[in-house]
């Protein structure tokens, strides 16, 4: 019987492959791509953000994890590959302006209408489907690179992103300040403190929670290109605890 039901289960994997299926779709893997837009300094990032944080939810069981880059045809996302994720991570920067306006009605449709995660990371906050998303500016109070550390606080010790995350320090050298220009959050899950260079520190909220639509939308404040903070251990447990809560969920 045993034999029998392996064989079956290969069969299938066999004809979902020649269907044209990858085997993690065929394994019924959740599917999460991490998007970033190549401007992160190769002696920091040599994979780029998106290989860090790739790197980072390697460990996530159940779960394809596919990176994605503007370089790439349809910018990373073509439809085929849009339309079965489940959680996107998104990093950008320099080249928010050059992501095109289609894709982004995609994204956004795909976050209210079917219920896809959103993760947006750091500077991440102007990119247009961010925006769009938010529906406001999405603006901070203040940019200024002249902080050393940023000091990590779980505010909502019982939400899943908080799950195992104890409070930490990462190096971190440029500060947002607030206020945020946007909706109420419906959880803050995480705040923090700037340590400046001189004396001094600047409070702000470092990970906020949303439901857009039908779709959950987590954004992580720290993340700044020149600083390894997608290496680090305790961001790569907030962004796996994340893609976990931003997508389906069970029944
Ligand atoms: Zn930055």
Redesign the pocket.
């Known amino acids: 019987m045993k034999n029998w039901t392996s064989m079956g289960w290969a069969a299938g994997l066999l004809l979902a492959i020649l269907l044209g299926m990858n085997t993690a779709q065929a394994q019924g893997k959740k599917c999460v791509v991490v998007w970033s837009e190549g401007t992160a300094p190769k002696n920091v990032y040599p994979q780029d953000i998106n290989g860090a944080v790739a790197e980072g939810l390697a460990a996530l069981k159940d779960w394809e994890v596919v990176k994605a880059d503007i370089s790439q045809p349809e910018q990373g996302l073509p439809d085929a590959l849009l339309n079965r994720c489940n959680v996107l991570i998104w990093w950008g920067?320099k080249r928010h302006d050059e992501v095109s306006d289609a894709l982004v009605a995609k994204i956004v449709k795909r976050v209210k209408e079917d219920g896809m995660g959103f993760i947006s990371l750091?500077?991440s906050h102007f990119a247009k489907a961010n925006k769009a998303l938010m529906g406001t500016a999405c603006s901070w109070g203040a940019y200024k690179a002249d902080s050393k550390t940023l000091d990590v606080t779980v505010k909502s010790p019982d939400h899943p992103i908080a799950k195992g995350v104890k409070n930490f320090t990462i190096k971190h050298s440029?500060r947002y300040s607030e206020p945020y220009a946007i909706p109420e959050p419906q959880s803050v899950v995480f705040e923090g403190v700037h340590n400046l260079k001189k004396r001094g520190e600047d409070p702000s909220r470092i990970g906020l929670c949303w439901e857009v639509g039908k779709g959950r939308f987590f954004y992580f404040q720290a993340g700044?290109?020149t600083n390894p903070v997608y290496y680090d251990a305790n961001v790569q447990l907030i962004l796996r605890n994340a893609v976990e809560w931003a997508g389906p969920q069970p029944k």
Do not use: A, N, P, W
Request: charged letters at 35%; a negative charge; hydrophobic letters at 0%.
């Open positions: 920067h750091h500077s440029e700044h290109e």
